[in-house]
């Protein structure tokens, strides 16, 4: 059954986690495509912004043609100045004006969004018609900036390219000169601005994830739960059956012993077996009532409360204890302010009872018994020197048909009723009882009854 369970629970787990591994690619999945689609909706604007730097100035656009047309008539002149060409195209006269000019106009068209851009020279090409001469051809880096106020393209992406194309003449030889340049754009705080978009998938997501996780937790508390009462009422069963099996066998046999002739026609003998019977019958109804009674939970539980002069009502019960349990030492030491309690006699003094049978059953000698009155609380402490009970069995310490184990094994008799019917009274009264205890060091009960 064991085996089971945990195998059920790995399963369970498993299937938790695959299924939090799907939400997460779902999420993930959908986090992408609201970039890619925010990305879209930039290039979009910009792109109704201008196609080309003519759209924001034409006097600039026209002094970079003529920047571009007078470099390349250097190279064709001499081409070892390939170096010196491709810092003139960057460190261009205009570029601080168009750099500005670009900005102001994002900011009016886009005023929502705080961007950086950098336009980056790709790549200086002149050919004829004989051939092609690749004066500046390099992958997008960010020093070959040309303008913009972007420091790093890391977490820039790109809006679109700019090929440009153009034609002159030098040296009585016609020249095209093909050059291209792409916009990179970043947006400040552009995660925040996906994550607000998303806040409604991931609140719905995390709220799944949670409800799967707590009912996956309640689960398999309940299935633990489950098999724990399973476990107590198969023990129980098995108590009762142990219990009763003796009284029966005994029965039987007395049964047959008054079938014989001469047990009949012995009248000593025939009455001592009478007296088993009445005995072992006793004996049977008796574990039926304790059964039937106190399985009974404290709403079931009617009580007859009289008023009850206290320090005198636990000095009986210590009286009658000390005298069935002669070796074991009780010391008291009870407050001795006379207080009346509406209480029920009978009940209460078999809880008390039944905490100091368990005291004795699990291996204590010597019994401490307190009493004090605090807050309109009547205290009372019940302190052994017995076995102890390990914390971890604390909570489950009142349950019905609950034994402590050693071990695997119980070794007090006992059908598991003692202490939660202890539990049941005790509430029945409005009051509380809570057990102090470590494993080798004893128990304290600690009782607490409403004085008014």
Not at 71 to 94: G, H, M, T, V, W
Not at 129 to 136: L, N, S, V
Not at 285 to 290: K, P, S, V
Request: overall charge neutral; charged content about 25%; aromatic content about 10%.
């Amino acid at each position: 059954m064991k085996q089971k369970i945990n195998l059920l629970i790995a399963f369970s787990a498993i299937v938790l986690i695959a299924l939090s591994a799907m939400q997460y690619y779902l999420v993930k999945t959908t986090y992408d495509y609201k970039v890619e689609q925010f990305r879209t909706e930039i290039k979009d604007k910009i792109a109704k912004i201008t196609n080309d730097y003519s759209d924001i100035d034409s006097t600039i656009f026209y002094k970079k043609d003529l920047l571009y047309k007078e470099l390349a008539e250097i190279y064709l002149l001499d081409p070892e100045r390939r170096s010196q060409i491709k810092n003139a195209i960057l460190q261009n006269s205009f570029k601080a004006e168009l750099t500005k000019k670009l900005q102001k106009e994002f900011e009016r068209e886009i005023p929502n969004l705080e961007l950086d851009f950098a336009i980056v020279l790709d790549k200086f090409v002149i050919y004829n018609e004989k051939e092609a001469d690749t004066i500046f051809a390099e992958k997008p880096f960010i020093e070959n900036k040309m303008y913009g106020n972007l420091a790093s393209l890391d977490d820039a992406f790109l809006v679109r390219n700019y090929v440009g194309t153009t034609s002159g003449k030098s040296l009585n030889a016609d020249y095209k000169l093909l050059t291209e340049d792409t916009l990179y754009v970043s947006v400040n705080n552009w995660e925040t601005i996906i994550l607000k978009r998303m806040a409604l998938i991931f609140v719905f997501a995390l709220f799944s994830i949670l409800t799967l996780i707590t009912l996956f937790v309640i689960a398999i508390k309940a299935l633990i739960k489950q098999k724990k009462v399973s476990d107590i009422k198969t023990d129980f069963i098995n108590n009762i059956t142990h219990e009763l099996k003796t009284p029966l066998t005994t029965l039987s046999v007395s049964t047959k012993i008054l079938e014989r002739k001469e047990v009949r026609e012995n009248d000593k003998v025939y009455e001592n077996v009478l007296n088993t019977i009445n005995r072992q019958n006793n004996r049977l109804q008796n574990l039926i009532d304790q059964v039937m009674t106190n399985s009974l939970g404290y709403e079931e539980i009617e009580l007859q409360k009289e008023k009850v002069a206290m320090p005198n009502f636990l000095h009986s019960i210590v009286d009658d204890f000390q005298i069935a349990y002669p070796n074991v030492a009780i010391l008291t030491d009870f407050d001795n302010q006379k207080i009346n309690l509406n209480l029920d006699k009978f009940h209460l003094t078999t809880a008390i009872t039944n905490v100091l049978e368990n005291a004795v059953k699990y291996g204590c000698q010597n019994i401490t018994i307190t009493t004090s009155l605090e807050n309109n609380q009547f205290n009372i402490g019940i302190k052994d020197d017995g076995i102890g009970i390990p914390k971890s069995k604390h909570s489950l310490l009142f349950d019905k048909f609950y034994r402590v184990e050693q071990g695997n094994l119980h070794n007090a008799k006992g059908l598991g009723l003692g202490l939660y019917y202890v539990d049941q009274i005790i509430k029945a009264h409005q009051g509380s009882i809570n057990v102090v205890s470590e494993l080798g060091k004893g128990a304290s009960f600690n009782i607490s009854i409403p004085s008014f």
